[in-house]
């Protein structure tokens, strides 16, 4: 395993990964569908299998129609092919070796009846856009290789794993990943410790009636 980062937290290790094996944003169920069109790369599904252009673009890639607008709430995808691929909702400056890669859409009809919504309003048609740009990020950080996970190790010995998890995208990833190992060494702390003053207690011949108001001594 590539190792990202180590962080050294109360007597632990926080070994951070890189994940070799993530799973696609897009089997996930999204609230939104890549329809791409490119000869080689399709990441969910065939753009002409479902619209026609020119039921979409007003003229050239890029321009989405007001009417088709009206029917969906829709980004457009640009896709950058060199030395690896990267996506965006907007152009790339270098046009060599970028161009048009589709849309990512999701029907009025779909958006009202998951939402439970009677109206879609321009307020809310923002909320939607905002989520499908969260959708093409992301897929953006797999492409990218910016996805993680961590393996929680005593500080004296990397081979023995406490607690392990994968599949955290991106920088927002990387925070919750990094909180939720310090939770988790916390809670082990104070159950160690717990468990540690019940142990003396015995010795003593005490039992503690609720021991899980015992006093931590962290």
């Not at 252009?53 to 989405?64: A, L, M, S, W, Y």
């Not at 950058?80 to 046009?95: K, Q, R």
């Not at 953006?140 to 961590?150: A, D, I, P, R, T």
């Not at 955290?168 to 159950?191: N, P, R």
Request: aromatic fraction near 14%.
């Amino acid at each position: 395993m590539n190792r990202y980062e180590q962080i050294t937290y109360k007597g632990h290790h926080i070994n951070i990964y890189y994940d070799d094996c993530p799973e696609s944003p897009r089997e996930w169920s999204n609230l939104g569908t890549f329809y791409t069109a490119h000869r080689r790369y399709r990441p969910e599904k065939e753009f002409d299998e479902h619209f026609d252009f020119d039921e979409v673009c007003d003229g050239r890639p890029g321009n989405i129609r007001k009417s088709f607008l009206q029917k969906h709430v829709a980004l457009n995808l640009f896709l950058y092919d060199h030395s690896g691929l990267s996506i965006s909702s907007g152009p790339f400056s270098c046009l060599w070796d970028s161009g048009w890669f589709g849309i990512v859409a999701v029907s009025v009809e779909q958006v009202k009846k998951e939402y439970g919504w009677k109206v879609l309003t321009q307020s809310r048609r923002k909320k939607i856009e905002e989520y499908l740009q969260n959708e093409i990020d992301t897929y953006n950080e797999y492409l990218h290789g910016e996805v993680y996970g961590f393996q929680v190790t005593p500080e004296d010995d990397d081979t023995e794993i406490l607690d392990s998890c994968w599949g955290f995208f991106g920088d927002d990833g990387l925070d919750q990943l990094k909180s939720e190992c310090q939770a988790y060494i916390d809670d082990k702390i104070a159950e160690d410790n717990r468990q540690k003053q019940a142990g003396h207690l015995r010795t003593f011949g005490l039992e503690l009636p609720f021991p899980e108001f015992a006093l931590s001594t962290n």
